[in-house]
């Protein structure tokens, strides 16, 4: 079946770095949504990719799905204290059944 | 305008003990679906509930059924609990069934001792 893998599973961040995540899957997606998780928390929306090659910007935050919409990645620049929390990529695996990745958990050091 | 709102906040069972968990979609939506989210991993897909039907299925066994009612509110229920049944249980709405985005609620904390 479908794998959907996230790497790094952690990552440590001085304030004001950049740093980039990065998400897999196995097979052809039709789309990529990404979501945040602070601690504590429970997921929010923040993008959907659905264009092989699609580049999206929202402030600090860059998301891209590859060309050949199998992979997909989220940039960071000027790492926040704010942006800590466990960022997942989910992708369709059947209709109405999304996939999650694990997950990368953000720690960031002022 | 309301989001999604689940209930009960936490809930503690033992082994074997039967479990009913609530969601109400945020307003405007008609489709739910429930996750598992155990502790450091992400949220697996148990099923999703559009037009009063389970249209999708993850891998679960069948202890774990669901009910969505007309008001597009539903209902998670857990028999025969297992210890590895703790977890984090997430309902999200989203409208029109599929791969639409979803709005999570804050989820249920379920604990089996």
């Known amino acids: 079946g479908q794998q959907v893998m996230q790497i790094p599973q952690y990552q440590h961040v001085q304030e004001g770095e950049d740093f980039t995540t990065y998400c897999n899957s196995s097979t052809t997606l039709s789309n990529i949504q990404w979501y945040k998780q602070r601690p504590g928390g429970h997921p929010v929306f923040l993008i959907q990719l659905v264009k092989s090659g699609e580049v999206k910007k929202q402030k600090r935050l860059t998301f891209q799905f590859g060309e050949a919409k199998k992979n997909s990645s989220l940039h960071i620049t000027a790492t926040q204290t704010t942006d800590v929390g466990t960022y997942f990529c989910?992708?369709?695996?059947?209709?109405?059944?999304?996939?999650f990745g694990a997950g990368t958990q953000v720690v960031v050091t002022p | 305008d309301a989001g999604v709102t689940q209930s009960p906040t936490h809930l503690i069972k033992t082994r074997g003990q039967q479990v009913t968990l609530r969601c109400s979609p945020k307003s405007g939506h008609d489709t739910v679906s429930w996750y598992q989210q155990a502790l450091g991993q992400g949220p697996q897909f148990i099923f999703q509930y559009y037009e009063e039907e389970e249209r999708q299925r993850g891998n679960f066994p069948d202890r774990f059924s669901g009910h969505q009612f007309p008001n597009y509110s539903s209902e998670l229920n857990v028999n025969a609990l297992l210890l590895g049944d703790s977890a984090l249980y997430l309902c999200?709405?989203?409208?029109?069934?599929?791969?639409?985005?979803?709005?999570f609620g804050d989820g249920t904390r379920l604990s089996i001792l």
């Open positions: 989910a992708a369709p695996s059947g209709w109405g059944k999304l996939q």
């Open positions: 999200a709405s989203s409208l029109g069934g599929g791969d639409q985005p979803q709005h």
